[in-house]
């Protein structure tokens, strides 16, 4: 299986500050043939579903803030939110659909400073 | 908009069946990947399996052979069956459209395995 580890576990962050997650594969979800990452970043508010922010790595799901923004290859990423806002307060996960059985990094919970 | 809503008892009995149906509304079962997932209280997510309608299936090897997925698209419903179940199962279950990544869920069901 794939191992998805993010840091940090929890990220304190002023309203209006950068908030940056890392998340880390133990093998690489870069397919060749296509060069695409098989990575997704999803949000999850208390007492809801998550929801899906980014896939292919770095492409914005329809409908989500331009203030959220992916990046990384291979076996390295990053969830970018370049300013603060107070609904953005969530558990933030990604994931890999490069190989069966899927799997989850383990949640970063962001929260005010 | 696409919809998901999972249904089925939220109380399984030790040893028995957990059954969940997740109906789908506003899209056609027939068109995508579906998934089940699920997620301990306070925990993260594990991948269940997924299903289409071709007939294709495939599961997560850590529940080995206790999970089935069916669908039945005259109901535009796909369902779940993990069998055997002890207190480790008790999570909230999600279904989801997505064979890969997964743009739509479910609001999710609660299931507690108790006696």
New interface residues.
């Given amino acids: 299986d794939i191992v998805m580890t993010q840091f940090p576990d929890s990220l304190p962050v002023s309203l209006g500050e950068r908030a940056t997650i890392s998340c880390k594969s133990s093998q690489t979800v870069l397919y060749s043939s296509n060069n695409k990452n098989?990575l997704?970043w999803?949000q999850q508010k208390p007492g809801?579903?998550?929801?899906?922010l980014i896939?292919w790595a770095s492409t914005r799901?329809s409908g989500v803030p331009a203030r959220f923004s992916g990046s990384g290859s291979g076996t390295d990423f990053t969830l970018t939110i370049s300013s603060l806002q107070a609904e953005d307060v969530a558990v933030y996960?990604c994931?890999q659909?490069y190989s069966?059985?899927?799997?989850?990094?383990?949640?970063t919970k962001l929260e005010i400073k | 908009q696409v919809h998901l809503q999972e249904s089925g008892p939220g109380l399984v009995t030790p040893s028995q069946t957990l059954s969940l149906t997740c109906t789908v509304s506003d899209a056609s079962i027939s068109s995508y990947y579906w998934s089940w997932i699920r997620q301990p209280a306070g925990k993260g997510l594990e991948w269940i399996g997924r299903i289409h309608v071709s007939g294709s299936t495939e599961y997560n090897p850590s529940l080995g052979s206790r999970v089935t997925t069916s669908i039945n698209t005259s109901r535009n419903q796909f369902s779940l069956k993990l069998s055997s179940v002890t207190a480790a199962d008790t999570a909230i279950y999600y279904c989801a459209r997505g064979g890969g990544q997964f743009d739509h869920w479910g609001q999710g069901v609660q299931v507690i395995v108790s006696s």
């Fill in positions: 098989y997704a999803y809801q579903p998550p929801k899906l896939y799901e996960f994931h659909y069966t059985p899927f799997t989850f990094g383990q949640g």
